[in-house]
């Protein structure tokens, strides 16, 4: 599977951003899907997952009520739309696809929040 994580930019704080991850090679419907984040001089940090069907979803405790991940299988894509955006949210977002494991890696996209 390859992903292709796009959308990310520069964004006031209390804005919001939608980041997309368009995977290809296979369909992701067999895969829980899933965003992670790094910033700048930190550890990569869990963001949300959501299961190979969308019916249940997990999210970090930094990001909990203001982010929702979802997915649409037909179109073998994976969102993260992110709410109330705070100057830490500012990192590459990874999206990335279990099976067992996280097995697959997109490249990340870059959000920037401006205080």
């Known amino acids: 599977v390859q992903l292709q994580a796009s959308g990310g930019g520069l964004v006031q704080a209390g804005g919001s951003v939608t980041v997309s991850c368009a995977a290809s090679g296979r369909t992701i419907s067999d895969y829980r899907m899933g965003w992670f984040r790094q910033a700048p001089g930190k550890g990569r940090e869990f963001v949300a997952a959501?299961?190979?069907?969308?019916?249940?979803?997990d999210y970090g405790d930094s990001v909990k009520g203001r982010v929702t991940i979802s997915r649409d299988n037909a179109k073998n894509t994976v969102y993260l739309q992110m709410n109330s955006l705070k100057p830490e949210d500012t990192a590459i977002y990874y999206c990335?696809?279990?099976?067992?494991?996280?097995?697959?890696w997109g490249q990340g996209t870059l959000v920037t929040v401006s205080s």
């Open positions: 990335a696809a279990n099976r067992g494991f996280w097995d697959y």
């Open positions: 959501i299961t190979s069907r969308g019916g249940s979803t």
